[in-house]
T-cell receptor
Framework: DQQVKQNSPSLSVQEGRISILNCDYT??????FLWYKKYPAEGPTFLIS?????DKNEDGRFTVFLNKSAKHLSLHIVPSQPGDSAVYFC????????????FGQGTRLTINP | GAVVSQHPSWVICKSGTSVKIECRSL??????MFWYRQFPKQSLMLMAT?????????EQGVEKDKFLINHASLTLSTLTVTSAHPEDSSFYIC?????????????FGPGTRLTVL
């Protein structure tokens, strides 16, 4: 039972354009969402998060949008840079699971020069 | 700040042997540490949650007798894969949280690639 889904395994974007990564969840008990970036053979690095009481959180080039009614969140990166090429995971956490994170399958983002 | 290290970064072992992986929080005390496993092109799957000084909590389907977790101090947790078999070959990642508050951000280690021959 995949509670957090990233339906696009890969995404290719031209440098300077906007990258939009999507994530859907099924568990309505999730109340906190995070995005992580991961390079091969490395651990994930925290990027940005959002609480369910908000619908948008922005940090520099990264913005996360949350649509609770649709159980959907997205990560926008603008402008996209070559160094953004990595695998991006969205993760969710609910109050019942304390600090437990549930991860999506990941989306491989490739930024083309 | 918030650096988590893992050792070794990769290990190759023979089937039937045991392998120990260390996870250390270098600049903070970690009340809670987590162990994940990632198979190629798949998501990170939580294996267990360990709290300093108490027994680890294992996720459903994870054999606690096969994957021994010890969280002996606030900066060190170890995962021992006992009697490893080729199907245990995977990328093992730990994370550590500075506090027990569920909002504490998890900081991930660089991972350990285990290959069982």
């Amino acid at each position: 039972d995949q509670q957090v889904k990233q339906n696009s395994p890969s995404l290719s974007v031209q440098e300077g354009r906007i990258s939009i990564l999507n994530c859907d969840y099924t568990n309505s008990m999730f109340d906190y969402f995070l995005w992580y970036k991961k390079y091969p053979a490395e651990g994930p690095t925290f990027l940005i998060s959002i609480s369910s009481i908000k619908d948008k959180n922005e940090d520099g080039r990264f913005t996360v949008f949350l649509n609770k009614s649709a159980k959907h969140l997205s990560l926008h990166i603008v402008p996209s840079q070559p160094g953004d090429s990595a695998v991006y995971f969205c993760a969710a956490r609910g109050w019942q699971g304390a600090q437990k994170l549930v991860f999506g399958q990941g989306t491989r983002l490739t930024i083309n020069p | 700040g918030a650096v988590v290290s893992q050792h070794p970064s990769w290990v190759i072992c023979k089937s039937g042997t045991s392998v120990k992986i260390e996870c250390r929080s270098l600049d903070f005390q970690a009340t809670t540490m987590f162990w994940y496993r990632q198979f190629p092109k798949q998501s990170l799957m939580l294996m267990a949650t360990s709290n300093e000084g108490s027994k680890a909590t294992y996720e459903q389907g994870v054999e606690k007798d096969k994957f021994l977790i010890n969280h002996a101090s606030l900066t060190l947790s170890t995962l021992t894969v006992t009697s490893a078999h080729p199907e245990d070959s995977s990328f093992y990642i730990c994370s550590a949280a500075p506090g027990a508050n569920r909002r504490s951000t998890q900081y991930f280690g660089p991972g350990t690639r285990l290959t069982v021959l």
